[in-house]
Each structure stands twice: as structure tokens, then as C-alpha cells.
């Protein structure tokens, strides 16, 4: 089973940006839609943006516009970039790999970001 590891997250001031990327060993891609998803502290996982196999980009409404995932299929990696960071984007930030049919989540182990003065 691929795995997937995050790097990138940090400490950011409100209105600065982050770059997230996402290590993917195996080649997925064809089989994989890739997702970010983010858990802001003391609340429930949401997803933000997507990926599909297919090459479409799907964001959340409150990031459209600030972030945006792309892929690197030659070198297995996956991104996030961040712009204007609000407060409100502080959130661990996890990297996920689904596959529909068979039914198939797979999960990095997250990298958190921080947007504070």
C-alpha cells in the first residue's frame, strides 16, 4: 500500500503563505483522486481541496481563490499552496489518497499549520 508523508507547515503571520507538499511512494496517481484535508483545533476533520485522476480541482468555498493543489506526477508529489492565511486556516493538515472502487482512503500523518501575529 502507498504511503504518504507531509512536510511544509509551520508558523505563518495572517496574510503570508505556505507552501504544503506531500510525498507519495508508489504511482497512485492514475487510480487515486488526491486530497488535503485540515482539522482545526478541537473540531472535526474537513476536507479542502481535491485533485482527481482525471485532472479536475475542486476547493472548499472558503479557500477558493487563496489555495491551490497540484500534482507532479514524475516526481509522486502533491501540493498545497497557501496564500492570504487567515487565522481561521490554522488546522492540522492531511494528505489523502481515494480511491472509489474499490473503496480505499489512505493517510498521511499530518503537518500543522499555524496563522498567528
Known amino acids: 500500500q502507498a504511503e504518504l508523508v507531509e512536510s511544509g507547515g509551520g508558523l505563518v503571520q495572517p496574510g503570508g503563505s505556505l507552501k504544503l507538499s506531500c510525498s507519495v511512494s508508489?504511482?497512485?496517481?492514475?487510480?487515486?483522486?488526491m486530497n488535503w484535508f485540515r482539522q482545526p483545533p478541537g473540531q472535526q476533520r474537513e476536507w479542502v481541496a481535491a485533485?482527481?485522476?482525471?485532472?479536475?480541482?475542486v476547493y472548499k468555498e472558503s479557500v477558493r481563490g487563496r489555495f491551490t493543489i497540484s500534482k507532479d506526477n514524475a516526481k509522486n508529489m502533491v501540493y498545497l499552496q497557501m496564500n492570504n492565511l487567515k487565522p481561521e486556516d490554522t488546522a492540522v493538515y492531511y494528505c489523502?489518497?481515494?480511491?472509489?472502487?474499490?473503496?480505499?482512503?489512505?493517510w498521511g500523518q499530518g503537518t500543522l499549520v499555524t496563522v498567528s501575529s
Open positions: 508508489g504511482n497512485i496517481f492514475d487510480e487515486f483522486d
Open positions: 485533485h482527481t485522476k482525471y485532472g479536475t480541482t
Open positions: 489523502n489518497a481515494r480511491r472509489w472502487a474499490p473503496e480505499l482512503d489512505i
